[in-house]
């Protein structure tokens, strides 16, 4: 008997150290959140440019990610993924519960699986930002050192911007390794991140499983920050390049969660790649020149920095047949800002980029965008097997 009390007490003692206080959850503190995407995306899933022949893909999130946050402080106290995906009349929606105490919150919701976007300091509401990183090496390598020093130079000039902002705060330039960042960052293009944030929710106290709305008493709405922009170029001798990529200077790098604007105070130039099209530019080319081919693609941004002095600029960078290589940088400030860019997001570029003609390969065969093969010859051979 004595031996089975010294027994019960020890598995008391052992219950006592390894047990800590925590709060009770009852099911009145379980919430039903429901979150739907809007899909209407301008060049991805409608409003096409007549030239866009490759399109971009669209996959729908598979899932969402739930935070709620203190209002005051920022930081976090409730996450949840939302995995469940269903359909109705007003479109696609995610739906899950989210255990919470009464109180005022501030809530974000965004898409989790993201192939490029990259969320930094999710834990906290106020300072979290989405961003895309610096291209890979081998990629960085096919640009030429002519279309580099374009971008150094924009480059140069959006962080003395900064500097001049931020010296008003009393802040200096970010640093890497210890040193101020004033060298180019080249990004991948973001893919579409959907988010919704609503301030000061107030969840209240109810011995009923409720449902956490917006203060017009709606369902929550993400819809992405991400746009996306149709642009093209005339190009005459097209046959005479092999591949085309685009350097667009002036746009931001990120967006800050918490406000849904982008961040100002980020410089970057996004890296795209350039297709020719099958349709001839005669109408978008000044004199409508056979010659003349149009170069597009559709990228995606966050946004152009509103404060650029220097404006919008994109650098083309062909590598010709003949092994070298043709850099032109166009201002695209106007085209951004017209009307047609505004409500389409149609880019449409009239400068004609003429590339040089090769001193060698005249017949234009063997190479470039269409390359072509001449004089076949029958030749007879015997196989042994």
């Keep these: 008997m004595k031996r089975l009390t010294l027994i019960l007490l020890s598995l008391v003692a052992l219950v006592n150290i390894s047990c800590e206080r925590r709060e009770l959850v009852e099911l009145s503190n379980t919430h039903y959140v429901r979150v739907y995407i809007k899909e209407d995306i301008k060049n991805v899933t409608c409003g096409f440019h007549p030239n866009a022949e490759n399109r971009p893909e669209y996959k729908q999130p598979d899932i969402l990610r739930l935070l709620l946050a203190d209002p005051q402080t920022g930081k976090l106290k409730a996450e949840r993924f939302l995995r469940t995906k269903k359909t109705d009349e007003r479109g696609t929606y995610y739906e899950g519960y989210i255990v919470v105490y009464p109180g005022r919150y501030n809530l974000m919701v965004y898409n989790f699986d993201t192939e490029v976007c990259i969320v930094r300091d999710y834990t906290n509401f106020n300072n979290s930002q989405v961003y895309t990183n610096e291209i890979a090496t081998h990629i960085r390598s096919r640009v030429s050192k ?8 924009a480059m140069q000039r959006e ?15 970010p640093t890497r390794a210890g040193e101020e960042i004033t060298e180019e960052r080249i990004v991948y293009d973001p ?21 956490l709305k917006t203060p017009n008493n709606d369902f929550f709405v993400a819809e992405s920050v991400v746009k996306s922009y149709y642009i093209q170029v005339p190009v005459k001798n097209i046959d005479y390049a092999t591949s085309s990529l685009g350097l667009v200077s002036g746009l931001a790098g990120s967006v800050k969660l918490g406000t849904a604007q982008i961040n100002d105070e980020d410089p970057v130039t996004v890296y795209l790649e350039l297709r020719p099209g099958e349709n001839v530019a005669a109408g978008i080319s000044k004199g409508g020149n056979e010659d003349v081919a149009v170069m597009y693609t559709t990228f995606n941004t966050f946004g152009k920095l509103p404060e650029s002095e220097n404006g919008l600029t994109i650098t083309f960078d062909f590598l010709t047949t003949h092994g070298g290589s043709h850099t032109q940088t166009l201002d695209i400030t106007d085209e951004f800002n017209s009307a047609q860019a505004q409500e389409q997001q149609w ?39």
């Design 159 to 173: 962080m003395y911007r900064v500097a001049q902002k931020l010296a008003l705060k009393g802040i200096k330039l």
């Design 191 to 211: 893919d579409h991140f959907f988010l919704a944030n609503c301030g000061d929710i107030y969840v209240p106290y109810t011995d009923e499983l409720d449902t």
């Design 347 to 385: 880019i449409l570029v009239d400068e004609v980029i003429e590339l040089p003609e090769p001193t060698s390969n005249p017949n234009n065969s063997g190479g470039g965008f269409k390359p072509s093969v001449t004089d076949w010859e029958d030749v007879n051979a015997e196989i042994i097997i």
């Design 146 to 153: 002519n279309a580099m020093k374009v971008v150094q130079k």
